[in-house]
């Protein structure tokens, strides 16, 4: 019997206690297969610094806490040093995926992170698996959903299986939601400035005709995660 890679979880914070009590939680009841746990702190705040490794290091999801400490903290800093952080892990524990989770999600139901890597690694056309969360913008409520809105705007989405799983493939954007991300996609470089997120994911379509991403499930299925963070953290996106 072959025993599964460990897929390492790289959880990014910038400072609410609330969002990422309730975040952790959720994930130690509901995220299969993903571990070590690694905390990414971006806030700058040496007291919730020192509150993170109080309340979550030896608990359910036991791992460490690494303070980025930039002065210049935002959005895109803190990603690149994710993206660095990650190739980092990839060499030192010799796996190539990880599951990134900002601190402003719970999740709906169990998600088995083996079953997502499975479709990845058969797959190698898939730059991430993401969850697909409630609709959120107010053209994503008007519309009725997140892939709705998108659809609206001339994108383009199929439903795709493998005869056990189902995943809704696209070339849409790359969503920093939660994600399982193969180290190929953690190859290209996180950009500079702000809209970094929309502009990695056109960067990378543009430069890879055959690259999609993918949400989990059935286009029918109810969102798997929950978005919390009511008001923005941080800057620079």
Not at 52 to 71: A, K, R, T, Y
Not at 129 to 142: D, I, K
Not at 197 to 203: D, L
Request: with cysteine.
């Amino acid at each position: 019997m072959t025993v599964p890679s460990p897929i390492p979880l790289l959880v990014l914070t910038n400072g609410r206690p609330d969002c990422i009590t309730k975040t952790l939680r959720s994930a130690a009841e509901h995220l299969r297969g993903a571990a070590p746990m690694v905390i990414l702190d971006d806030s700058g705040d040496d007291v919730y610094g020192r509150w993170l490794e109080d309340e979550f290091i030896g608990g359910p999801l036991d791992g460490h806490v690494l303070h980025l400490n930039n002065q210049e903290r935002g959005y895109w800093r803190a990603m690149q040093a994710v993206w660095r952080y990650a190739r980092y892990v990839f060499d030192y524990m010799g796996v190539d995926k990880a599951f990134f989770l900002e601190d402003d999600f719970t999740f709906n139901g169990d998600v088995h992170v083996d079953d997502l890597a499975g479709v990845l690694d058969a797959h190698p056309h898939l730059i991430q698996m993401a969850l697909l969360r409630q609709p959120w913008f107010g053209n994503e409520v008007r519309l009725g959903g997140l892939i709705e809105a998108l659809e609206a705007g001339g994108q383009e989405f199929t439903e795709t299986t493998d005869g056990t799983h189902s995943w809704v493939e696209h070339r849409a954007c790359f969503t920093g939601n939660p994600s399982l991300i193969p180290r190929r996609t953690f190859e290209r470089d996180w950009p500079e400035g702000n809209w970094s997120e929309s502009r990695f994911g056109r960067a990378l379509f543009a430069a890879e005709p055959d690259a999609h991403g993918a949400y989990w499930g059935r286009r029918t299925d109810a969102p798997r995660v929950e978005h919390i963070g009511h008001e923005r953290a941080g800057s620079d996106y």
